[in-house]
């Protein structure tokens, strides 16, 4: 299996660029997207657990726009083979005084594209 080969990492850099866009400007119809539409997607957030697509999509559409701006830091994304991919950042918001955010995404290509098939998010003190 090749790890990180140019081409598929430039996909999935361009797809967790994307997300990373939508997310900062609440962009919701983005961010179900790049979600897999399945029961077996599920995200762990700070505050909630959401196992499939249908919970996540409620999620995100219930969620307040305000404070979404945030800036990241020490992203990590490493492509196994050329459909599996897994992406690693901190993250930083104004209101999170004295603490950094974690976020962990495993993508997969699908025939539609890239698609995130499990994510967390927490945060932590600095």
């Known amino acids: 299996m090749k790890i990180n080969d140019p081409a598929v990492l430039a996909e999935v850099e361009a797809a967790f660029a994307a997300?990373?866009?939508?997310?900062?400007?609440?962009?919701?119809?983005?961010?179900?997207?790049?979600?897999?539409?399945?029961?077996?997607?599920?995200?762990?957030?700070?505050?909630?657990?959401?196992y499939g697509y249908a919970e996540i999509a409620?999620?995100?559409?219930a969620r307040s726009p305000v404070g979404v701006m945030r800036t990241i830091e020490r992203t990590v994304i490493t492509a196994y083979g050329d459909a599996?991919?897994?992406a690693?950042?901190?993250?930083?918001?104004?209101s999170m005084v004295g603490k950094i955010g974690r976020q962990s995404q495993t993508w997969v290509k699908?025939?539609?594209?890239?698609?995130?098939?499990?994510?967390?998010?927490?945060?932590?003190a600095e």
């Open 19 to 50: 997300y990373e866009r939508a997310l900062t400007t609440n962009d919701v119809t983005t961010l179900d997207a790049l979600f897999k539409d399945s029961p077996q997607t599920l995200r762990y957030g700070v505050g909630e657990n959401l």
């Open 58 to 61: 409620a999620f995100r559409a």
């Open 88 to 94: 690693n950042t901190l993250f930083r918001r104004d």
């Open 110 to 124: 699908f025939p539609e594209g890239w698609r995130v098939v499990s994510a967390h998010v927490s945060v932590i």
């Open 84 to 86: 599996m991919a897994t």
